[in-house]
């Protein structure tokens, strides 16, 4: 189960961000997790949204280069050493974590974690064995 994320490239200037969320927005589309990584002339902007394939169309009309790319999303729980669990999981096997982010929501008494694999359909079987819940699409942008 992969969930996509919309990465978009942008130049680390004042406004750039507000003219992404402000397309989005135009386009009644709902951000559900938001992630920025940054250098010191450029960006990448990873979001979650409620309507993938609209957005990138939106981006890329508004002059964006966008792309998406495959994520796994994840329920875990939110106590301390909930995270070290899942990672413990990943770790015993070789799975590499590339990169990671939190959801700002809930799901029941559980967390989300949204996370980048290297190997992304081993990781989602392993997690699944673990009893590690693997969220649909449907499942985050439902949040």
């Not at 951000?31 to 169309?57: H, N, S």
Request: net charge negative; proline share 3%; aromatic share 6%.
């Amino acid at each position: 189960m992969m969930v996509e994320q919309v990465a978009i490239f942008i130049e680390n200037r004042s406004g750039r961000l507000a003219e992404v969320t402000g397309i989005l927005a135009q386009a009644n589309i709902n951000i559900r997790a938001i992630f920025v990584a940054d250098t010191a002339d450029f960006g990448i902007l990873r979001v979650i949204v409620d309507q993938p394939e609209k957005a990138v169309r939106a981006l890329k009309e508004g002059g964006f280069t966008v792309s998406i790319t495959p994520v796994v999303a994840i329920e875990m729980p939110d106590r301390p050493g909930g995270l070290w669990g899942v990672l413990k999981t990943l770790e015993s096997i070789g799975l590499n974590v590339e990169y990671m982010y939190a959801v700002i929501t809930r799901s029941g008494n559980n967390a989300v974690v949204v996370f980048r694999f290297d190997e992304p359909e081993r990781a989602v079987r392993v997690l699944q064995e673990a009893g590690i819940r693997v969220l649909s699409s449907q499942d985050v942008y439902g949040l």
